[in-house]
């Protein structure tokens, strides 16, 4: 290794500590090559786009529902500096999904799929879990990585939001001819994504049994539609394993956090 090449590697491993952060509830190491700020931004700006694109739900009863829900939610994850907002969009497609900087969006698809308030308090506290958790900001960084390599670790340093990771962050939330339909999470960001999904719906005085009512429903839903499973659900891998992890946490998130209320 030459002098040079050993200073770039030093450097290197220097910003990718500094980049290191550590998940909210379940104490996991993510490597974060964008600031909070600039996801926060880029995440507002993705929402304008989709609302540019999507119809929203003249339905002011399931809108309010979705409100109502999404808010008692918002509250139990206790993020203020996140301007949260709650849309219904008209479209019979299976989709949820909330942008960094607590813009979310629930598809009437998916909302009629929802027999309980507690199903859909597991459907929202599981896309406010992954922007909760920076999942999209971690798979930005990830992807800077392979491509740019090291120098992709220089962008943690800029305040700016760098083209490269603007370009980067529209490719995994989807924003282009076809909003809202994401490139898939990785399996463990998943499972993190029930486990806090579940808190944050317990938090909120919804039963996180709706998990598994849900994604029993998922799993049925995804069979009957075999390969060509839409949206979320292409999205979402719901298999026994999933479900037999959320069996085995909601004892003691129920127990932890769970306070039963009379909820409309
Ligand atoms: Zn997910």
Redesign the pocket.
């Known amino acids: 290794m030459t002098r040079r090449l050993a200073w770039a590697f030093v450097t290197l491993l220097a910003l990718v500590a500094a980049a290191c952060a550590k998940t909210a509830y379940t104490n996991r190491s993510q490597l974060l090559l964008i600031s909070e700020g600039q996801e926060v931004a880029l995440g507002l700006q993705s929402a304008q786009e989709v609302l540019k694109k999507e119809k929203e739900s003249g339905d002011d009863l399931q809108v309010e529902r979705v409100k109502r829900v999404g808010q008692r939610i918002a509250v139990a994850a206790n993020k203020p500096d996140y301007k949260w907002e709650f849309r219904l969009i008209e479209k019979d497609t299976v989709n949820a999904f909330c942008l960094p900087g607590g813009k979310v969006f629930v598809y009437t698809g998916i909302l009629d799929l929802t027999t309980s308030n507690d199903e859909l308090a597991a459907v929202m506290g599981?896309?406010i879990a992954?922007a909760l958790l920076r999942h999209g900001g971690e798979r930005v960084s990830m992807a800077l990585m392979a491509q740019m390599g090291g120098q992709a670790a220089s962008l943690a340093l800029g305040s700016s939001v760098s083209p490269a990771a603007s370009q980067v962050f529209n490719q995994v939330y989807g924003v282009g001819a076809q909003v809202g339909v994401m490139l898939p999470?990785s399996r463990s960001?998943?499972s993190e994504?029930d486990e806090v999904g579940m808190i944050l719906a317990a938090k909120a005085g919804y039963e996180p049994s709706g998990a598994l009512s849900l994604w029993r429903k998922m799993d049925a839903y995804a069979k009957s539609k075999g390969q060509n499973a839409p949206g979320w659900l292409s999205?979402?891998p719901t298999t026994e394993d999933r479900i037999a992890a959320i069996k085995s946490k909601m004892g003691a998130i129920r127990a932890k956090y769970y306070q039963r209320q009379a909820l409309r």
């Open positions: 599981h896309e992954h999470h960001q998943e994504a999205t979402h």
